[in-house]
C-alpha cells in the first residue's frame, strides 16, 4: 500500500504556477491621496520625479474627475485610487481645482509612472528583465513617453543588460528597448550612459569564447552608428581587436606570410565577417575613423581587400573566404574609399 500511494504521488502532476503580473502593469499616478474631512479627494503628497509633477500637479489640489467618473463625496479611498492604477504611460485624463475648493478647475493629462518599469529592468532574474525590456516596446510607444522613460532612468538598466555576458537570450530584447529610447533626439544626456556601455562590449569581443564574440560584434553592430558609442568603442580599441596581429579577427582568419612561405590562417567561424560588416559601419561615421582602420598597425584596407579577393589574392587556395563574406568586405570597402 505504502509503495502504491508513492507511485500515485509522483504521477500527479504538478499545478502549473499563475503568471505574475507585471509591476509595470500597476503603476500609480505619482501622488498621494486623502479624503478629507467633508470627504473631498484631495492630492496629499506629488513625487517630484513624476510625469504629473511636471504637469502641474501639487499637494491640495482637489480631484473632481478621473477619466469619465465623477468623483462623489461617498466613495471610498480605495476606488479612487484603483482607477489611476494601470499600465506605465498610461494617459488618464484628471479635473481638478487648483489649490484647494476655491481655485480654478482644469484638467490635466496625467501619465502613470515609468518607474515601476524601470525598476523591473533594474532588479530580478534575467528571464524577467528581458520580458521587461519587450514590455517597454508596447508601453513606450510614443515620443512623450520615451522622454518620461528616459527621465525614470532607463538608459542605465538597459545598457546594462546588453553587456551583461549571461544575458544572450535578452540581448536582442535589449536592444530593440534601447533602439525605441533613442528615437527620441536626446543625445547629449545619453552620451555617459552609452560611453559607459561601449567598453565593456568591447571587452566582450576581446576577451569572451566565440559564443560571446559573436554576441558582442553583433550587439556592436546594431548601436555602433549612435555617434556618442562609436567615438567610446573606437578609444576603446574595437579597430584593433577587428585587424590587428596577434589576435585581430580577420587578420587570424586569413592566410599569413611566413619566412617558409604562405601559411593558412585559423578555421573561419563567421566571426571575421561580423567584423568585415563592423568596419564598414565604422567607417561611415568619421574621417578620423576611417584613418584609425586603416592605420600602419590596423591595414583594415589591405585586409578587406584580401577578404574580397578571395582565392585570387597572393595566398591563392588557402584563403578560405566565402563568397557572403567577401561581399560584406567589398561593401566595407566602399564605405573606406
Known sequence: KKVRAKKEKRGKKKKEKAEKIHIATKAGPGFTMMLDNSGTCVV?????????FTRGVRAGDVILEIGDRIIEKTDKLN????????????????????????????VVDVVLEFAPLVKSLKAGKLDARGKSAELSLTLVDEDFKREMFYAAGAIVPLCKLLTDPKAAKQAAAGVDALRNLMRVAMWDECQIALEVMGKPLVNLVTKGGLAKKTIGLDLLLRVCLFE????????????????ALPKGLIALAL????????RAGKRQTGLETKAANLLGALSRMSHATRQVINNGINAG??????????KDEPAGNLNETKADAGAVALESLQWLA
Open 44 to 52: 496629499q503628497k506629488v513625487n517630484k520625479k513624476a510625469p504629473a
Open 79 to 106: 476606488e479612487i485610487k484603483g482607477l489611476l492604477v494601470s499600465n506605465s504611460g498610461t494617459v488618464v485624463p484628471v479635473k481638478f481645482i487648483k489649490g484647494g475648493k476655491k481655485g480654478e478647475q482644469a
Open 228 to 243: 556618442p558609442i562609436e567615438r567610446s568603442i573606437t578609444a576603446a580599441g574595437i579597430v584593433e581587436t577587428c585587424c
Open 255 to 262: 592566410p599569413r606570410w611566413t619566412p617558409k612561405g604562405w
Open 301 to 310: 584596407v589591405m585586409l578587406l581587400i584580401r577578404m574580397f579577393q578571395r
